[in-house]
């Protein structure tokens, strides 16, 4: 016979954290666990350069809709360029779940004004409902042509401003230490 005043067993009651401790904890594995990875990043072996061309690509990747391809392109471009890979995948992160919207609306309308489809009585117009498989395939693709080459442009201005603006970084933290 059980001493338990319960009367279901053990395994079906309602496992809470017995103290607050064990809830701070969980949040300080947290904080370190942020802390190494970007002490980790700031420790990166090889030269400023090398580093920032892989951020700067990574970067330059994170700027396309390409979901799950970003980081894939970001390590190919880095490897193309000679550039350094984890970094790489560090700067497609600019582009996340959080970030989406507002980088590629503000990439389509970038593209919107390069292309001039947002001035005058050349603005692009979709239909509500399209009525024919051609004129769905004309209207996606102008908007990926848009869409795209605002990313481009504006991946490549990201890109030159990350590279500057990390190299002087990393050579002030390295002169630092």
Known sequence: MSLDPS????IFQDQ???HRRQSKRRRSRIK???RYFYLRFLRLRGTPRYI???LA??????CFPLFGLQTIIGVLLAILFRGHKLAAVAGTWVSNPLTYVPIFAFNYKIGELLLGFGIGETQVTFPDNWQSWGQLKESGLV???TLFSGCLVIGAIASVVTYIVSIRFLYRWR???
Request: zero cysteines.
């Open 52 to 54: 920032s061309r892989g």
């Open 16 to 18: 809470k954290p017995k």
């Open 143 to 145: 908007f990926l042509v």
């Open 7 to 10: 009367p279901y067993p053990v």
């Open 57 to 62: 690509f990574g970067v330059f990747a994170g």
């Open 32 to 34: 370190r666990s942020w």
């Open 175 to 177: 002169r630092r230490r």
